[in-house]
């Protein structure tokens, strides 16, 4: 009976000194689940830093509010594009500003596993800065997801099973599309078309029309607002504000869905070129599948008005928005962290250590 205790005692031990973290890794946002809590942290993946000294200033929203305004020695920094690390010494500052304030919601003193989520096709070597960056940040052990696999299992799919699902994630750096079948991806496509380069188109277009300058910040802004890839039954509008590109002076327009829409169709035209592409090319029985069970489509950009209807207008297939779209991935780290053994094999990288139970 004493040993029948002191097993329960210690099994207890360990499980409430259980440290799991994990991490969607967004070239926009980085959002971070701490189980058994949740979602703890969404943060903008920015970085600002003190060029003179080379010290971090700040991370994440008072970052991002620093954005075209910081003076001249200080500068802020995306330390991810397109969805990969592109400045490892500042995506480690972030990662371990992050692992530190997750660390604020668990009651472990134990280094945390970390599961990170990144896009899918991405090469070894940017697995290894992830890998590494996570690790100098103070993760115990780190395990690498596919965005869009941690997206399915956070929308609740059967990615274990013999029946074909799709995804299209719309992230901040890329769209990734994926068919997923058996605990694998059967078919993917990486597209470097998502939420900042429709940003970028948005800046563009009234650059060229309406010869105004305007920052990243309020493209964002505008987009969220007024983003439409189909004709509103009432017209949306909203004031841009930035530099007249004739005069030097400070201009004020007013901005229409029309011209987001505008604004956006090339980039939309693409994505929906790609998704085409991969149903084209999917196995027939997978195909059977995909069109009983339709396409879930999530990350920020889904929540661009009208853009499952036309998906669907195009491809001839059910598109579905996932309930809460940006934190899909999020989410689905959270879930295999949860059931860690039922899931491992389907990580693209395992740590060597294995998993605290």
Known sequence: MANENTGKRSWGLRFSFRNDIGIDLGTANTLVYVHPKGIVIDEPSVVAVNKKTGRVVAVGKKAREMVGRTPAHIEAINPLVDGVISDFEIAEEMLAHLLRRAR???????????????????????????????????????????????????????????????????????????????????????????????????????????????????????????????????????????????????????????????????????????????VETMPPEVMSDIMKRGIYITGGGALLRGLDSVLESFIKVPFYLTDDPLTTVARGTGIVLNDFDRYKEILIQNDDEQPTE
């Open 104 to 278: 604020e919601h668990t009651s472990s003193f134990i280094p945390p596993r970390v599961l990170v989520g990144v896009p899918s096709g991405i090469t070894n070597v940017e697995i290894r800065a992830v890998r590494d960056a996570a690790k100098n940040a103070g993760a115990r052990s780190v395990n690498i997801i596919e965005e869009p696999m941690a997206a399915a299992i956070g929308i609740g799919l059967p990615v274990l099973e013999a029946n074909g699902n799709m995804v299209v994630d719309i992230g901040g750096g890329t769209t990734d599309i994926a068919v997923i079948s058996l605990g694998g991806i059967v078919q993917s496509k990486n597209l470097r078309v998502a939420g900042d380069h429709l940003n970028q188109d948005i800046i563009r277009f009234l650059k060229e029309k309406y010869k105004l300058q305007i920052g990243e910040k309020t493209a964002e802004n505008i987009k969220i607002e007024l983003g439409s890839v189909v004709d509103e039954k009432k017209p949306l509008s909203a004031k841009a504000r930035g530099r007249d590109l004739v005069t030097g002076l400070p201009k004020e327009i007013e901005v229409t869905d029309s011209d987001v829409k505008e604004a956006i169709l090339v980039s939309i035209e693409k994505l929906i070129e790609a998704v085409k592409n991969v």
